[in-house]
Nanobody, 119 residues
Framework: QVQLVESGGGLVQAGGSLRLSCAASGSIFGINSMGWYRQAPGKQRELVTLITSGGSTNYADSVKGRFTISRDNAKNTVYLQMNSLKPDDTAIYYC?????????????WGQGTQVTVSS
């Protein structure tokens, strides 16, 4: 099992910044990628960004140039730096870890952290 604990959400004005953290613990060996998803009220959960074990990153078009994912392997922590925030970024942000091992795919989720951007 992998445990993911997010922190860093909150209320910010449009144009402001926040940094989210996701600390992973437990059986983290062989994690292929970690990332962030978000879910706004009445909408489906969507991928925001991810980073692979090799360091490759992927971003949703809506956040490119504003959000940056990074990781600290020594701390087993992934970060999401969010700049130039917009009201449309308001959502619950979930940390995600994915592992494909011996043909078995497993996805882990954190509990989520609320991000609210006021106009």
């Amino acid at each position: 099992q992998v445990q993911l604990v997010e922190s860093g959400g909150g209320l910010v004005q449009a144009g402001g910044s926040l940094r989210l953290s996701c600390a992973a613990s437990g059986s983290i060996f062989g994690i292929n990628s970690m990332g962030w998803y978000r879910q706004a009220p009445g909408k489906q959960r969507e991928l925001v960004t991810l980073i692979t074990s090799g360091g490759s990153t992927n971003y949703a078009d809506s956040v490119k140039g504003r959000f940056t994912i990074s990781r600290d392997n020594a701390k087993n922590t992934v970060y999401l730096q969010m700049n130039s925030l917009k009201p449309d970024d308001t959502a619950i942000y979930y940390c995600n870890a994915y592992r494909l091992r011996y043909g078995l795919a497993t996805t882990y989720w954190g509990q989520g952290t609320q991000v609210t951007v006021s106009s």
